[in-house]
């Protein structure tokens, strides 16, 4: 009796090893056809990148050098005249430790990045040799925040960053624990090619202090006018539409 059931305990274990055998087979090959299928799909969005991909010519490239001038712009030894599309004139100066300087309408930005400028556009040379179109430019990075802080002033200090990126920070009056006068701070991160605003981040003690109210800017928010017409407002200001979920008017990325 005993060797019965230990022969019948050893024939269910065999036959349980035996049918495991397919299983952990089947979920092998669907590990490998899963990773088999991200890599094809790795390669697709590589390529869709490669095609996708600005092209620029060398001698578009925006540089401040004796005897060199690009076409469309007005040079000299110390300063780049360009017109870009939208009626904007941008002037480029050479700045301190490598920095280039941008001025459009009276506001600044610098850069480190390498600048092209075609068919009245600017485009800058990214991280990974990544080429985008520059859309948005400093007059209307000033407006923008102006507007999502109701701010009278910005005193914003631009740099576009290697990642295609705008990086600021400004600050507005507040008062904390409702009654000690301070500035609040805020960092502020702006995509140079959509306009979206990525990142508002203020100091850390903000929730402590109450800002003090500023006169509404009337008009300064296309989220205000009659429904319908947002996408219309924004393009009077040089944008190609309204977003209602992010509150803001933005560029179509073309990439």
Same mark, same amino acid.
């Given at each position: 009796?005993?060797?019965?059931?230990?022969?019948?305990?050893?024939?269910?274990?065999?036959?349980?090893?035996?049918?495991?055998?397919?299983?952990?087979?089947?979920?092998?090959?669907?590990?490998?056809?899963?990773?088999?299928?991200?890599? !094809?799909?790795?390669? &697709?969005? %590589?390529?869709?990148? #490669?095609?996708?991909?600005?092209?620029? =010519?060398? /001698? $578009?490239?925006?540089?401040?050098?004796?005897?060199?001038?690009?076409?469309?712009?007005?040079?000299?030894?110390?300063?780049?005249?360009?017109?870009?599309?939208?009626?904007?004139?941008?002037?480029?100066?050479?700045?301190?430790?490598?920095?280039?300087?941008?001025?459009?309408?009276?506001? !600044?930005?610098?850069? &480190?990045? %390498?600048?092209?400028? #075609?068919?009245?556009?600017?485009?800058? =040379?990214? /991280? $990974?040799?990544?080429?985008?179109?520059?859309?948005?430019?400093?007059?209307?990075?000033?407006?923008?925040?102006?507007?999502?802080?109701?701010?009278?002033?910005?005193?914003?200090?631009?740099?576009?960053?290697?990642?295609?990126?705008?990086?600021?920070?400004?600050?507005?009056?507040?008062?904390?624990?409702?009654?000690?006068?301070?500035?609040?701070?805020?960092k502020i991160e702006i995509d140079a090619t959509t306009g979206e605003?990525?990142?508002?981040?203020?100091?850390?003690?903000?929730?402590?202090?109450?800002?003090?109210?500023?006169?509404?800017?009337?008009?300064?928010?296309?989220?205000t006018v009659t429904p319908g017409q947002n996408d219309a407002c924004?393009?009077?200001?040089?944008?190609?539409?309204?977003?209602?979920?992010?509150g803001e008017c933005l560029f179509s990325n073309s990439e």
């Amino acid at each position: 009796m005993k060797k019965l059931l230990i022969f019948l305990a050893l024939g269910i274990l065999l036959t349980s090893f035996t049918l495991a055998i397919p299983i952990t087979g089947s979920i092998a090959t669907d590990k490998f056809q899963g990773n088999a299928g991200n890599s !094809e799909a790795s390669a &697709q969005t %590589q390529n869709i990148g #490669e095609n996708s991909q600005i092209q620029v =010519q060398e /001698k $578009n490239r925006l540089r401040i050098r004796e005897g060199e001038c690009q076409e469309g712009c007005t040079c000299t030894s110390s300063s780049i005249k360009c017109q870009l599309q939208n009626g904007r004139e941008m002037t480029i100066t050479a700045g301190k430790s490598g920095n280039t300087i941008i001025q459009i309408k009276g506001e !600044e930005m610098k850069t &480190q990045v %390498q600048l092209y400028k #075609e068919e009245n556009k600017l485009y800058g =040379q990214f /991280k $990974n040799n990544k080429t985008k179109e520059i859309k948005m430019m400093p007059d209307q990075i000033r407006e923008k925040i102006q507007e999502r802080l109701q701010l009278k002033n910005c005193s914003c200090e631009l740099k576009l960053d290697e990642d295609g990126n705008y990086q600021t920070q400004t600050e507005r009056e507040a008062k904390f624990l409702g009654f000690i006068p301070v500035k609040k701070k805020f960092k502020i991160e702006i995509d140079a090619t959509t306009g979206e605003t990525k990142k508002i981040k203020n100091s850390w003690w903000g929730f402590l202090a109450k800002d003090i109210d500023e006169e509404i800017i009337v008009g300064a928010s296309c989220g205000t006018v009659t429904p319908g017409q947002n996408d219309a407002c924004c393009q009077t200001k040089s944008y190609d539409k309204w977003d209602s979920e992010k509150g803001e008017c933005l560029f179509s990325n073309s990439e």
